[in-house]
């Protein structure tokens, strides 16, 4: 049974960092690309950032670039986004996301993923 479970959210001022973890369980995480995505309220899920499998290559959403950073670690089945310079309109349920490294499509899309965490809420306040 595949397992990713998230962790690290909370509430920031703007302008403070959060760090997030995906634990995964239940796969071969070194077999899938990994991705966060947030929902905030009324509106729809969207992409934040994604990792290759080796970690090589990391693809970011235009308003996180140079304030988030994706990484992990293989031996320790864990994704990890790092969240600096945070600001009010980030508040949002992040969710971390699995797809097999064999997926040939566009990995923007959420529907391109097959495991969800449950999410973690992150609030900034003003």
């Known amino acids: 049974q595949v397992q990713l479970v998230e962790s690290g959210g909370g509430l920031v001022q703007a302008g403070g960092s959060l760090r997030l973890d995906c634990a995964a369980s239940?796969?071969?995480?070194?077999?899938?690309?990994m991705a966060w995505f947030r929902q905030a309220p009324g509106k729809e899920r969207e992409f934040v950032a994604r990792?290759?499998?080796?970690?090589?290559?990391?693809y970011y959403a235009d308003s996180v670039k140079g304030r988030f950073t994706i990484s992990r670690d293989n031996a320790k089945n864990t994704v990890y986004l790092q969240m600096n310079s945070l600001k009010p309109e980030d508040t949002a349920v992040y969710y971390c996301?699995?797809?097999?490294?064999?997926?040939?499509?566009?990995?923007?899309?959420?529907?391109?993923?097959?495991?969800w965490g449950q999410g973690t809420q992150v609030t900034v306040s003003s």
């Open positions: 996301a699995a797809v097999p490294t064999s997926y040939g499509g566009s990995l923007y899309y959420r529907t391109s993923y097959d495991y």
């Open positions: 239940g796969l071969t995480f070194s077999r899938y690309r």
């Open positions: 990792i290759t499998w080796t970690g090589s290559s990391t």
